[in-house]
């Protein structure tokens, strides 16, 4: 009896960022890692990303699990580069070649931390990263100084223009309600 061979699929989601379009694959591509390329410079450590950039209208792309974030400039419409993206995306997965070389590591937890930032942490792991996750995003803690809490927004939430509400009207507003240290919070976007 003969190896059945995966067939590889992938499709696209819109984003909230309108320059943003998330391309998820059947396959994982980064398993529980994320890696994060706002320009060319930075993607040196990726073939993925490196060739993605090749594109005159890529500027930006962000990988995670099973997914590619690609932000294109406003020369160019979606229904214009989908089709050649997807099959470019596809093609590099199917090839088995290492999408990135070093991945961003970050040590989620550290048994010193205070309780409060082991707190934030938690809540921004169990219930923020999963919604950002889904729109193509994603956030880590940064640093918590007095009150303020600062976080990195990567891939589509990096430059949303609805960001700012998400992160004021949702994240502030849940760590506040469940931390009651907590009195902002702040994005750096990478």
């Known amino acids: 009896m003969s190896e059945l061979q995966q067939i590889l699929t992938i499709y696209t989601e819109a984003t909230p960022n309108p320059e943003t379009m998330k391309y998820v694959v059947s ?19 990726s073939p993925l990303a490196k060739k993605l950039f090749e594109f005159s209208f890529v500027e930006g792309v962000f990988i995670m699990n099973n997914f590619v974030t690609v932000t294109k400039n406003k020369t160019v419409d979606w229904f214009d580069i989908n089709p050649m993206l997807k099959e470019f995306i596809k093609s590099f997965v199917e090839s088995d070649e290492q999408a990135v070389l070093k991945p961003d590591t970050q040590d989620m937890y550290d048994e010193n931390d205070p309780e409060v930032v082991q707190k934030i ?13 889904m729109d193509g995003g994603a956030i880590s803690f940064k640093s918590y100084d007095q009150g303020k809490v600062t976080v990195t927004l990567k891939g589509s939430c990096s430059g949303c223009p609805s960001s700012t509400i998400t992160l004021k009207a949702g994240i502030e507003g849940l760590l506040k309600r469940m931390i009651p240290e907590v009195t902002e919070v702040v994005a750096e976007a990478m």
């Open 27 to 45: 396959k994982m591509i980064l398993p529980g890692e994320s890696a994060d390329f706002p320009t060319r410079e930075s993607a040196q450590t």
């Open 121 to 133: 942490k938690e809540l921004l792991e169990t219930h923020v990263k999963p919604a950002v996750e």
